[in-house]
């Protein structure tokens, strides 16, 4: 049955949002902000001049998105599908599967500005090219960051099962095989966007604090820092704002993928 | 035989067997780049001789010995992280208390507290230190922010999560809206809240360190990218890379611990 949606509470939930955030903007455009925060337009840029420059910029800004997404994406596929096979060995395996669980869990403790720098030095030898050799570096560094979540959740999702379920593939005479392949995985399924929702937004991050650290200067997070060291506080920004659409766009896709993916079960 | 089996299949020693493998790895992976290259401290160096470096007692800025350095400037990266950490908390509960006293505040704070999360808070790290212009207010209020969103959006979960029926029964009892957080709602997002502290314990000791890096001064960031320009030896960057390793786990463990004993429930869990 399809639920009855207040008119009134949904207006409310767009129209307040909305007017905050007008209200910011405006207060940022007339310099209210800058008496508030006791800064000047150097440093916090109007909204319009940030506009500009992205869109002066946009060709050298669209270069440094690539880099960077190339980066989050590919981390995050390889720490997923890694995570995800930590995962199964967790199943089948239970009681040492469980304890190396434990320890990729702890790993997420490990801050990632400690990650970088030591996959840097252990990449150095992958490639004569310094492009490559930071690339490999940085994807590693999103892989390790995304592994934790995945693998936490996808045995979460393959193991606590609906109840009865297990009982009705013993009645069906079902071996190990045919219960992981038709209980135990599409019932991890939701539990893999769980993961996914923790980790997409972390894979930016875990990409664009690795470039701080790479040796070849590429991508959205090291032209913000870049850009701060030479003082072009503007164009700074104007890659703060393309991080924050990166993220939020990464989101609104996973959110779209997952609203397709779940659909039957809803 | 009933009792090594046992042993043998606790959590404590699976897990003993997987640090002890990860060991061997590492050591196997450090024995091969001792052999291949000129400076195996700068790849991969032996666990031993970060140990030795810990204990030795060479000084090595003239003053300090390398554990001495690290403590100092340890001391002072993990309390402007537990400032910017206390802030954090203390701003991301009131804010959840209020959005769950008030529709309109949630309805205004919700979308923005979605963008904090995905927003990449580290990557604003040199900008923020650029607008305040003071690297240690700057620290603090990544650290606070990056512990804000995991707080409020666990604790405002916690509040959402009590059920109907003690809505009720609250209401039969003609409880006011005070007795209502108090007796109910508050116990109720208790667990909810330390989830929200055990996520971001480590988050802020990232930031700060992160945020050490930008500029010079005293802080583990700053040492680490010293060490790493070769102002002096490759082995306090692995200490300080263990160290921090190290510090985000027990901070993460850690507030667990003060779960348990602050929260009687668990204790109580625990027994049975």
Known sequence: MPKKINVKTAAGSVIYPTLFGAAVIISWQTGFLHKLLKTDEYVLP???????????????????VQASVKVALLGLLLGSLIGYFIAIIATVFPKYGSGGLTIVSAFNAIPIVALAPVFINWTKDVSEEAEVRSMVAKVLVVTVT??????????????????FSDDLMKTYAAGKVTEFFKLRLPNSLPYIFTALRVSVPGSVIGALVSEYFAEYIIGVGRQIRENILIAQYATAWAYIITACIIGIAMYIVLMIVETIALRKRK | MKKIKRILTSKIFVTLIW???????????????????????????????????????????????????????AKATLSRAGIGYIIGIAAGSVLALFMSLSGVIEKLAFPYLMLIQLIPILGMAPIINAITGDIAKSRIIIAAILTFYPVAANTLAGFKSVQKEKHELMYSYAANKFQLYTKTMIPACIPYFFTGLKISAPMAITASILVD?????????????????????????????????????????????????LCPYKRIGKKE
């Open chain 2, 19 to 73: 640090i002890v493998a990860l060991i061997v790895v590492w050591e196997l992976f450090a024995f091969h780049v001792e052999q291949t290259k000129r400076t195996p401290e700068n790849i991969q160096p032996h666990l031993s001789g970060i140990v030795d470096s810990l204990t030795s007692s060479r000084k090595i800025n003239g003053s300090q010995t390398a554990l001495q350095m690290v403590m100092e400037n």
């Open chain 1, 146 to 163: 995304s592994m934790a979540a995945m693998s936490v959740n996808a045995y979460r999702g393959l193991t606590e099962l609906p109840p």
């Open chain 2, 213 to 261: 890096t930008l500029q010079g001064g005293i802080g583990l960031g700053c040492l680490l990218s010293q060490s790493l320009k070769g102002a002096m030896t490759r082995y306090v960057f692995w200490d300080i890379v263990f160290f921090s390793a190290v510090i985000g786990i027990l901070s993460f463990y850690l507030m667990g611990v003060l779960e348990t004993i």
């Open chain 1, 46 to 64: 109007y909204p319009t001049k940030i506009l500009h420059i992205m869109h002066e910029n946009s060709d050298k800004i669209m270069l440094n």
